[in-house]
C-alpha cells in the first residue's frame, strides 16, 4: 500500500507562485516516475509534469518555462515549483508515482490551486 500526502496549495494572485510537495511512504519498491496531474472544474484531468527516476522530464506545453519540477529520491518526494501563475492554472493538483516490481500507479488526495486576476 502506498500513501501519497501532498502539500503547498493554496490562492495565490496571478503572476505569483507556489510550491507543491508530495511525499510517498507505505510500501514502495522502485518508484520509476513521480508526477503531477491537474483538474480544473468542468474539465478532464490532464498532466502538468512527470520526472523519471532518472531525472528526465516532460511538461504540458501549458506550462513550459513557468513550473519546474524536481524530486528528491533519499525522501521519495516530488515537487512542483510553479512561477508566474495564471488565472487558467486554477485547478486542482493530484500527485502521480508508478512504482513497483510490476509498475503501478497511484494517486494523491489533490491540492486546490486558486489563482486570482
Known amino acids: 500500500q502506498v500513501q501519497l500526502v501532498e502539500s503547498g496549495g493554496g490562492l495565490v494572485q496571478a503572476g505569483g507562485s507556489l510550491r507543491l510537495s508530495c511525499a510517498a511512504s507505505?510500501?514502495?519498491?522502485?518508484?520509476?516516475?513521480m508526477g503531477w496531474y491537474r483538474q480544473a472544474p468542468g474539465k478532464q484531468r490532464e498532466l502538468a509534469a512527470t520526472i523519471t527516476s532518472d531525472g528526465t522530464t516532460n511538461y504540458a506545453d501549458s506550462v513550459k518555462g513557468r513550473f519546474t519540477i524536481s524530486r528528491d529520491n533519499a525522501k521519495n518526494t516530488v515537487y512542483l515549483q510553479m512561477n508566474n501563475l495564471k488565472p487558467e492554472d486554477t485547478a486542482v493538483y493530484y500527485c502521480?508515482?508508478?512504482?513497483?516490481?510490476?509498475?503501478?500507479?497511484?494517486w494523491g488526495q489533490g491540492t486546490q490551486v486558486t489563482v486570482s486576476s
Open positions: 507505505g510500501s514502495i519498491f522502485s518508484i520509476r516516475v
Open positions: 502521480y508515482i508508478v512504482a513497483g516490481r510490476i509498475p503501478i500507479g497511484s
